[in-house]
């Protein structure tokens, strides 16, 4: 089993930068794909992204691409979200999420097996 726990969310305004980490214990994340996960109030959980076991392979949803960036650091078993240029519609719950599987259906929520706990990102306008 792995235990997910998020942190780096906050309030900012719109065009700045938050990276978000999601550090993993029990299990080295090399055996999972990593993926990132948002919810807002009223809608239902979204894909934002997703990384490899490898982290050779990344994901994002078109909403985030060119913005947000996922990364990998081995050595401190964490994968990281780098989002850039907020927008007032980033503001959700993000949480992260692994996924033993091989195969790239990766986008559903139900596609992951262990989640973190969420942070919240507060984007003002």
């Known amino acids: 089993q792995v235990q997910l726990v998020e942190s780096g969310g906050g309030l900012v305004q719109a065009g700045d930068s938050l990276r978000l980490s999601c550090a993993a214990s029990?299990?080295?994340?090399?055996?999972?794909?990593t993926g990132w996960f948002r919810q807002a109030p009223g809608k239902e959980r979204e894909f934002v992204a997703a990384i490899k076991r490898s982290g050779g392979n990344s994901w994002y949803a078109e909403s985030v691409r060119g913005r947000f960036t996922i990364s990998r650091d081995f050595a401190k078993n964490t994968v990281y979200l780098q989002m850039n240029s907020l927008k007032p519609e980033d503001t959700a719950v993000y949480s992260c999420a692994v996924t033993s599987r091989v195969d790239d259906n990766i986008f559903s929520p139900d596609d992951y097996r262990y989640w973190g706990q969420g942070t919240q990102v507060t984007v003002s306008s």
């Open positions: 029990g299990r080295t994340l090399t055996a999972y794909t």
